[in-house]
């Protein structure tokens, strides 16, 4: 017999952990505030292939110096076999951001191209390409985005609510709901913190981390409905989510933690190449992996305890 862990008795310190983490989120926003690349704000992208080493800090104030006051720069390892010397040189891409309606002619594209092989003629700089968004297709299309994630929200409530009737399936819906908030928050603040501005990777890992997170929570509540039917509909609710949540803890750890090391590679190596497109969907779905096995176990869980214990507090009184 398994020992049964008294998640609903640590339920205080599980909500002052995620309310600690929701403040510490907030300052941070409202320090850093909100960055929205350019897929959702429009501009334009104009990129450059280059080899060998070159001072990033100096090379950013310069093209800033030979641009406007409010573009932004990422710089990555070139993989592309090729756009590298014949020598051991490593070669690397900066993409320059400008964004809202900032737009840059040919002739100043060819102009600044000139600038840098005449300031960094050993480092090769060569033109790669430009893109360029109109602001009102990159709102459109952040509104899609936002219009997916909240249809897939209301669906998996949906799913649950009507799995789940014999645990009252609109308060287990309700609260993995809550859950899956609390797990697309925890992911945002992970971009404000580490300054990566939201793009469609933003979108993508809270698509799986619904997913993901969902799939924990269903698993659990699963476990609930088949011991509610073993101990009968007079077993406590505390006591019948600490039995489930015991008996699938191993599984939803496990599950997790593989799958959190998968990702840590996929960070890792995209650390070393420097792959930024890469870290910034790596980095925020490790922290999507990790708060959705918590919101699980510590969230959702205790929130349908509560729930269920209110409307038998509220039963117990009209009677």
Not at 9 to 15: A, D, E, N, S
Not at 52 to 73: I, R
Not at 116 to 125: I, V
Request: hydrophobic share 45%; charged share 15%.
């Amino acid at each position: 017999m398994k020992k049964v862990k008294n998640f609903i008795g640590h339920t205080k310190i599980f909500f002052g952990i995620s309310i600690a983490l929701f403040v510490i989120g907030i300052v941070c926003n409202i320090i850093f505030g909100t960055q929205m690349d350019i897929q959702f704000t429009g501009g334009a992208i104009i990129q450059y292939s280059y080899t060998g080493q070159v001072n990033e800090e100096q090379l950013k104030a310069f093209l800033q110096n030979e641009t406007t006051d409010h573009v932004s720069f990422t710089i990555s390892r070139n993989l592309i076999a090729g756009d590298t010397d014949a020598d051991t040189q490593e070669g690397y891409i900066i993409a320059v951001q400008f964004p809202g309606n900032e737009t840059i002619s040919l002739e100043e594209q060819q102009a600044l191209t000139e600038k840098l092989q005449e300031t960094y003629p050993d480092n090769n700089f060569q033109y790669s390409e430009s893109n360029s968004v109109e602001p009102s297709m990159g709102w459109n299309f952040f509104l899609k985005c936002m219009t997916a994630v909240a249809i897939a929200c209301v669906l998996m409530v949906l799913y649950v609510t009507l799995r789940f009737k014999k645990i009252n399936g609109l308060s287990a819906g309700v609260m993995a709901l809550v859950a899956l908030l609390h797990d697309v928050i925890m992911v945002y603040f992970c971009f404000i913190i580490f300054r990566m501005p939201l793009d469609s990777n933003f979108i993508a890992v809270v698509l799986m981390i619904l997913g993901y997170s969902l799939n924990d929570t269903i698993v659990i509540y699963d476990r609930v409905r088949e011991n509610q039917s073993l101990l009968g509909n007079k077993t406590a609710p505390a006591e019948l989510f600490n039995l489930s949540a015991s008996q699938v803890l191993k599984r939803t750890v496990c599950t997790s933690l593989t799958t959190l090391i998968a990702i840590a590679c996929v960070f890792v190596v995209s650390m070393i190449f420097n792959l930024s497109s890469v870290i910034s969907f790596a980095l925020p779905m490790m922290v999507g992996v990790i708060v959705g096995c918590y919101s699980s176990l510590c969230i959702a869980g205790p929130l349908w305890v509560i729930w269920q214990n209110h409307k038998l507090n509220t039963k117990k009184a009209k009677a």
